[in-house]
């Protein structure tokens, strides 16, 4: 199983702050990745698919980037709104996995 | 508009059995995979299992394989997911998903507690 590791585990950051969250596969999974946003007590929303394709209705100030091995997920200027868990997954093989989270606090 | 609702959760005894339910609407049930990912308690995203727009594959996480089944009813734009030989740590809530690469819809969750 393809392992995915974020860092940091959690963070701590103010309104307008530019946050950078990374993500790691632990084999080449090219641009297989998406990011997911969960607030507290609701159900996972996508953000970005493919490692750096905005879904649609997802503010600008995110963004995605990376592939092979390594990812980035950043929030350019940080919202209210944006205080939640984010998590990366890989679709490259089955199972597909995700990334223990990143609390944004 | 694409929704997904789950049913069946509750309380279920370690070695018993539970059966979730998921419907759908608002799409083209049977033109996608359909996915079900599990949550523990404070803990993190697990892909549980997966099934083919007409049932002719399904794949499994190994810490379920055995012991859940996928099913899906697209007459009835509905998903299941039979849960036998409980375990502790299969205590999470579970949500219903739409896709096989990018989970794009998910539903509320259903929550499954194994305990005696």
């Known amino acids: 199983d393809i392992q995915m590791t974020q860092s940091p585990s959690s963070l701590s950051a103010s309104v307008g702050d530019r946050v950078t969250i990374t993500c790691r596969a632990s084999?080449?999974?090219?641009?297989?990745l998406n990011w997911y946003q969960q607030e507290e007590g609701k159900a996972p929303k996508l953000l970005i698919y493919t490692a750096s394709k905005l879904e649609g209705g997802v503010p600008s100030r995110f963004s995605g980037s990376g592939s092979g091995t390594d990812f980035t997920l950043i929030i350019a200027s940080l919202q209210p709104e944006d205080f939640a868990t984010y998590y990366c997954?890989?679709?490259?093989?089955?199972?597909?996995?995700f990334g223990q989270g990143t609390k944004v606090e | 508009e694409a929704q997904l609702v789950e049913s069946g959760g509750g309380l279920g005894q370690p070695g018993g059995s539970l059966r979730l339910s998921c419907a759908a609407s608002g799409f083209t049930f049977s033109s996608y995979w359909m996915t079900w990912v599990r949550q523990a308690p404070g803990k993190g995203l697990e892909w549980v299992a997966n099934?083919?727009?007409?049932?002719?594959?399904?794949n499994y996480v190994d810490s379920v394989k055995g012991r859940f089944t996928i099913s899906r009813d697209n007459a009835k734009n509905s998903l299941f997911l039979q849960m036998n030989s409980l375990r502790d740590e299969d205590t999470a809530v579970y949500y219903c998903?739409?896709?096989?690469?990018?989970?794009?819809?998910w539903g509320q969750g259903t929550l499954v507690i194994v305990s005696s």
């Open positions: 084999q080449s999974i090219g641009a297989n």
């Open positions: 099934i083919k727009e007409f049932g002719s594959e399904k």
């Open positions: 997954q890989q679709f490259y093989s089955l199972p597909r996995t």
């Open positions: 998903v739409r896709g096989q690469s990018f989970f794009r819809i």
